[in-house]
């Protein structure tokens, strides 16, 4: 192992992509601390002291893709985030605008409008969150309702009227700007560097929120911390190698092509298989489940009454749908992860595109008739392969909010949820990245 590291820092090319990509890693964490114009650092340091895990904020995911910016209120508070829901939007698009599904057969140069877009709505949603996030800061409530102190009621200061709209203006283009530095450091690194840059990103914020998390956790076992953290770690450990196990597992579709004469040429002949993966919907289900049961809460916190007496549907979504303990809240989660999968699955994967394409091509599944027969095939086999993958996305997601009812852990818990499986996915293709270029140069991989 030490010796394949060694060649990965005596390959020049390789080794010039490595440092690229941690010296932009570096930046991106030093830009989380930096915080933005008006934001009362002092304030902000005192009410993070006095947080217990993030369990009142509503903005749980997008503090977890931001290293813990957010609530730093720093330049890079919204993070990779406005990036992630802009890409998710336009792959939606692309089922019900037929624009955007032209755009993406046309290959490269359609590839390219269909990430310009994203760029253009990156920007939009950038405005758009970072006003919301200094609108809820400005109000107290970004560290949840139930701290009130004086220093969570005043993390902004702003100039005063008639010129405090100048300095919420100015924060929120600082914030914008900010997103749209990440967004380039991620293609940056996609380019230069190794891996995929938006998701190396990711998985540095989240790496970030590790040691934290494993303090919150010996903090909660008072007397007995210590063989908290260890079983902790040994618990999460056994979740890190089922977690690799099922990602890698796929159901392998073989696939025949028959021999064709083109001139004085033979082509196909060859067999190949189609790979249906367990989980083909990656970590995008959870995604969509957390931003969907955000929504009654936040509507719930700007319907709140400054006298105490709120409506009784304001209470009750307070009571059942903003503590991920609570058994209700548990259920929705997970109901709405395995549909989600299944829908997601459904757009990103066409049967008949599929199918299409192997009979085009004169490729058949052995004992399987081109054309319908196999459309149909495919769908009956992606059907129930899906099945346990969104059981085992459900599963996974409820780790942290189990940890969060049993140990009162932080519910950015390191070992489950969104957290472990973007860790996974992102480690894992890095990894072959850099076994490919190492077994181009010197014939070995990582591994011998």
Known sequence: ????????????????????????????????????????????????????????????????FSGGALLKLSIFALGIMPYITASIIVQLLRVVIPHFDNLYKEGQAGQAKLTQYTRYLTIGLGLL???????????????????NSSSCQSL?????DPFEWVGIVLMVITMTAGTGVIMWMGEMITERGIGNGMS?????SIASRFIPSMQQVYANGGNNGVELVIGVVIVGLAILVAVIFVEQSQRRIPVQYAKRMV???????????????????????????????????????????????????????????????????????????VGFTYFYVAITFNPDEVADNMKKYGGFIPGIRAGRPTAEYLDYVLTRV????????????????IAL????????????GTSILIMVGVGLE?????????????????LR
């Open 156 to 160: 902004l200061s702003l100039p005063p």
């Open 263 to 337: 001139g004085r040429r033979t082509y196909g002949g060859n067999n190949t298989y189609i790979p249906i993966k367990v989980n083909m919907a990656g970590v995008v289900p959870v995604i969509f489940a957390s931003s969907l049961l955000y929504l009654p809460a936040l509507i719930a916190q700007f319907n709140q009454s400054a006298t105490g007496k709120n409506p009784a549907w304001v209470d009750w979504i307070n009571n059942n749908m903003t503590r991920g303990d609570n058994p209700l809240y548990m259920a929705i989660y997970f109901l709405l992860i």
């Open 1 to 64: 192992m030490f010796s394949a590291i060694g060649r990965i820092f005596r390959t020049p090319d390789l080794r010039k992509k490595i440092l690229f990509t941690l010296a932009l890693i570096a930046l991106f964490r030093l830009g989380s601390f930096i915080p933005s114009p008006f934001v009362n650092f002092q304030n902000v340091q005192d009410c993070l002291a006095g947080v217990s895990g993030d369990q009142g904020s509503l903005y749980d995911l997008v503090n977890l």
């Open 129 to 147: 969150q970072s006003t919301t996030l200094i609108t809820v800061a400005r109000t107290g409530a970004l560290f949840g309702t139930s701290n």
């Open 405 to 416: 009812a049993l140990i009162n852990a932080d519910q950015n818990f390191p070992f489950g």
């Open 430 to 446: 890095t990894v072959k990245q850099i076994d490919s270029q190492l077994q181009q140069r010197h014939y070995e991989g990582l």
């Open 200 to 204: 190396i990103l990711i998985f540095t």
């Open 386 to 401: 899906t099945l346990p993958g969104s059981l085992y996305l459900g599963l996974v997601a409820l780790i942290p909010l």
